[in-house]
Structures are given as C-alpha cells and as structure tokens.
C-alpha cells in the first residue's frame, strides 16, 4: 500500500513522519518485517534518516501519541528533537489550536511542549534521573552529584558521567572534540557493559559556564547531528558538577540548543527549531 510521509529534521536530526492514525502502520513498523525500518532510513536506497515516527491517537488525554523508532529499528523511550518534529508537522498541518500548553503521550511518559512558530519549539523534558538503577547503569555516585566512572579504550583512560532524561545517557569530558577518535570511542561506549540497555554517548568540551559544544554517537543511530535529550543530560551533569549554570546554549553540530534547568530541579527545559524538509509518498 501507498501511505503518505513527511521528512523533518531538528538541527540536522532527521525525522520520517508518518500519521498512523485510522491505518495499520503501528501494526507494520512494530513487525518491522525484513527489517524495512532501515531500507526506509537508508540514505542511498531509501528515503533517508535517523529515525521514524509515528503519529498515534492518545487513551491518555493527550493530543497524540508519538513512537519513535531508530534507523536500526530498536524504540527508544523519547527523543527530544524528534519531538519537535512532531510539534511543527501538527502545526504545519493546522492541527494545533491551543499553541501554549500541548500534551505528547511518549514511551517515557508525558510530555508537555508549546510552539510560537516552527523555529521557536519549547519542550517540558520532564525531571532528569540520577540514581544508577533508574538511569540503568553500573556506575555508582563516587560522592559526586552525579554517576560517574572510568573506562579505558585502548589504554585511555576515559572520566564518564552518566544521567537519564527517560532514556540513558554518557557524557565524557575532552579537550577538543574536534580531536577525539570519535567513531572508536562512540562505537565502543554505545555498548559498553556498564549500560545494560546501550546508551547514548555525548563527548562535551567547556567553552565557558553558558556554552558547551557537544558532539553525539546515538544509540541505535551512531553519528547524529544533535540530540536534545542528550543536550539536556549534558546541562544536567555539567551543572550538578559547578561546570555550567543551570542555563546554558548546547551548540550540536546542527545547531544551537537553549537548555534551563532552573535551580537543578524539577523539569529540564529545552527549546530549539525543527523545521519540514520535503513531503511524498511511499509503497510499503
């Protein structure tokens, strides 16, 4: 059959959007059958992405439901810049009334988000989680604000930081990102064994206590150009550590994250742009 999709992408994080709603999509992408979620995501044979999502009906009082799925088919719990794809596609699609306060039912619980235009998307990333058990992870507290360990690659020894945003998340502190094996290093702390669930993985150089540069190996995807629930794991852990304030811009190699975490409780707040690439229509 022939279903309509939109292309998405946030900072260069790119999205497959299709409206699942009154069809048997959920049904198709949860089957994944001869693994087509990444024929869809191929960059040469298909039609090009980090991840799919779907736009679902919500039981739980919310104005959709979104599923996400990366491009080698594993569901992750949320994505930030994914969610603001699904933000500006109901808006672009005049779906949005209320524009203040929208509720996203996710793998990791509500989400609220507001929009004053495709360029200006605020997105409520709800409470982060620090204790090793939630994160999941094998590192422990080692009296800091925050899990943390050593793992060495190739006899470098590697200072990590971990912290959850409804999925797992690994900070490492470089130098110069530019500097880094980055494949090496992104590739083998994906899986390391101190993430029972894989994680995402964010090497992060300090330019000062309001800016931070980020380069991203995502779970699932590998290089991505941003992450927004990784930009608000890194702002967590560099502030609980007295690196950053509790504001601060994440620049990805996308583009430019405002990230809040006001007085390093409750919610982290992220806001950025996502904006539509193109529009077709696809036999599956």
């Not at 880094?180 to 992104?186: A, C, L, Q, V």
């Not at 000062?208 to 995502?218: A, C, R």
Request: proline content about 5%; glycine content about 8%; charged content about 20%.
């Amino acid at each position: 059959m022939k279903y309509n999709f939109s292309k998405y992408q946030g900072l260069g994080n790119d999205f497959i959007i299709f409206d699942a709603r009154g069809n048997n999509l959920d049904n198709l992408f949860t089957e994944n059958k001869d693994n087509f979620i990444d024929h869809l995501c191929h960059r040469n044979f298909g039609i090009g992405a980090d991840g799919i999502i779907l736009v679902l009906d919500s039981k739980n009082k919310c104005f959709v439901k979104m599923r996400i799925f990366n491009s080698d088919g594993s569901e992750p719990e949320m994505c930030g810049n994914g969610i603001r794809c699904l933000i500006a596609f109901l808006n672009d699609n005049n779906e949005i009334n209320d524009k203040s306060e929208i509720r996203i039912e996710t793998k990791a619980g509500l989400i609220l988000t507001s929009i004053a235009g495709n360029e200006n998307i605020k997105v409520n990333m709800g409470e982060p989680i620090l204790s090793p058990e939630d994160i999941p992870t094998k590192l422990l507290m080692n009296n800091l604000p925050v899990p943390n360990g050593k793992i060495t690659i190739n006899d470098q020894i590697l200072n990590v930081y971990a912290a959850s945003m409804g999925n797992p998340h690994m900070i490492v502190f470089v130098d110069k990102i530019d500097n880094i094996p980055f494949e090496e290093w992104g590739r083998s702390l994906e899986k390391h064994n101190t993430f029972p669930n894989d994680t995402n993985v964010h090497f992060v150089e300090l330019i000062d206590k309001s800016n931070i540069k980020v380069k991203v190996w995502e779970r699932g995807c590998g290089p991505t150009l941003a992450c927004g629930t990784g930009a608000c794991a890194c702002l967590v852990v560099t502030s609980k550590l007295g690196k950053t304030l509790n504001n601060a811009n994440i620049y990805l190699p996308g583009g430019k994250l405002e990230i809040e975490w006001p007085n390093q409780a409750g919610p982290v707040l992220m806001q950025g742009p996502a904006l539509k690439v193109f529009h077709g229509e696809i036999d599956i």
